[in-house]
């Protein structure tokens, strides 16, 4: 039996998916997260086998829960579930562990296949995700936040959903003097002066969806 989490901030994604893989005989759904955070926490009773990670959530997000959770709890398997990704973002999520990524755009066989093949030990990467990095390796080419550290990435996507930098510094356990620090150093490297010009970049490379950041 696989043993699968839900981790997506969207009430109606999470139902749907859990609907579809209760169809599944070998496939059991173990709990629901709506934030990175509650995504550890249920990992930590749960101990599922897999967890279908939305990377934009609330509170940390998945890139960091996926780091926690690979952190404290390697056996634990992370297959990210995302509508867009930035080429280096998806190099950061697979350095933090990740066991490949899942388009949302897949139909229900291939998202029954890649937990099938995540659970057995494989990497699984959807196609048109799989082309467009095999295309940026080939071509030497680097994205504008892959000159982000991973820290400050972080903190880019937990900006770029609305979250304050007191929020984020009490949710990442950093001072609001550090967590500014941070975030002059990434306005910086990106070329941005404010967080309104942050997130119109985010929105231009695919970090984030104009619906989320809208309503959150």
Same mark, same amino acid.
Do not use: W
């Given at each position: 039996? #696989?043993?699968?989490?839900? *981790? %997506?901030?969207?009430? !109606? $994604?999470? @139902?749907?998916?859990?609907?579809?893989?209760?169809?599944?005989?070998?496939?059991?759904?173990?709990?629901?997260?709506?934030?990175?955070?509650?995504?550890?926490?249920?990992?930590?009773?749960?101990?599922?086998?897999?967890?279908?990670?939305?990377?934009?959530?609330?509170?940390?997000?998945?890139?960091?829960?996926?780091?926690? #959770?690979?952190?404290?709890? *390697? %056996?634990?398997?992370? !297959? $990210?579930? @995302?509508?867009?990704?930035?080429?280096?973002?998806?190099?950061?999520?697979?350095?933090?562990?990740?066991?490949?990524?899942?388009?949302?755009?897949?139909?229900?066989?291939?998202?029954?296949?890649?937990?099938?093949?995540?659970?057995?030990?494989?990497?699984?990467?959807?196609?048109?995700?799989?082309?467009?990095?095999?295309?940026?390796?080939?071509?030497?080419?680097?994205?504008?936040?892959?000159?982000?550290?991973?820290?400050?990435?972080?903190?880019?996507?937990?900006?770029?959903?609305?979250?304050?930098?007191?929020?984020?510094?009490?949710?990442?356990?950093?001072?609001?003097?550090?967590?500014?620090?941070?975030?002059?150093?990434?306005?910086?490297?990106?070329?941005?002066?404010?967080?309104?010009?942050?997130?119109?970049?985010?929105?231009?490379?695919?970090?984030?969806?104009?619906?989320?950041?809208?309503?959150?």
């Amino acid at each position: 039996m #696989i043993n699968v989490l839900i *981790a %997506d901030d969207h009430h !109606l $994604v999470r @139902t749907s998916i859990a609907y579809l893989l209760s169809q599944e005989c070998d496939i059991a759904i173990v709990g629901e997260a709506v934030d990175g955070e509650s995504a550890v926490a249920l990992c930590r009773q749960k101990r599922p086998d897999i967890v279908l990670m939305d990377i934009r959530m609330p509170g940390i997000g998945g890139l960091e829960a996926t780091r926690r #959770i690979q952190r404290g709890m *390697a %056996d634990i398997k992370v !297959l $990210v579930l @995302t509508a867009h990704i930035e080429d280096s973002v998806a190099r950061h999520i697979l350095d933090a562990g990740a066991a490949g990524f899942l388009s949302k755009g897949a139909d229900h066989q291939e998202m029954i296949d890649a937990l099938r093949h995540v659970f057995h030990g494989r990497r699984y990467v959807s196609k048109n995700i799989a082309q467009r990095l095999a295309l940026a390796n080939l071509s030497g080419q680097t994205g504008l936040f892959d000159q982000l550290s991973r820290r400050e990435l972080q903190i880019a996507l937990m900006i770029v959903n609305c979250q304050r930098v007191q929020e984020i510094s009490d949710r990442l356990h950093l001072s609001a003097k550090t967590v500014n620090t941070y975030r002059y150093r990434l306005f910086d490297k990106l070329k941005v002066k404010t967080d309104v010009e942050l997130t119109h970049l985010a929105l231009h490379h695919g970090l984030v969806d104009g619906f989320e950041t809208v309503n959150g």
